[in-house]
């Protein structure tokens, strides 16, 4: 559906931080867990914002987000083939 309403949806924060190599493999943090942060991370979707959104653009982003709270179970279903992201 993104590609068909041309909304851009860019996981911003996946990985988190704590998962970037420089931190995975220096400092006092290394083998840090955050499982509250996991968790969030595969919830959080970044929607566009700002002046640069137009009203026409909010209202296709909001069409899109109704879309799929009204068809919930085929888009878990569509996207659930393919993982959300990985990282070592």
Do not use: W
Not at 17 to 30: D, E, F, I, L, M
Not at 47 to 57: D, H, I, K, M, R
Not at 61 to 80: L, N, P, Y
Request: with cysteine.
């Amino acid at each position: 559906m993104e590609s068909t309403l041309n909304v851009l949806t860019p996981r911003y924060f996946c990985p988190g931080c704590h998962a970037a190599k420089s931190y995975r493999t220096n400092g006092p943090q290394v083998g840090l867990r955050l499982p509250q942060t996991e968790r969030l991370l595969k919830k959080v979707l970044c929607l566009p914002t700002g002046p640069a959104v137009t009203s026409a653009e909010a209202n296709t982003i909001c069409d899109m987000i109704k879309f799929v709270v009204e068809h919930t179970e085929a888009v878990k279903k569509r996207f659930s083939v393919r993982p959300i992201f990985s990282h070592p």
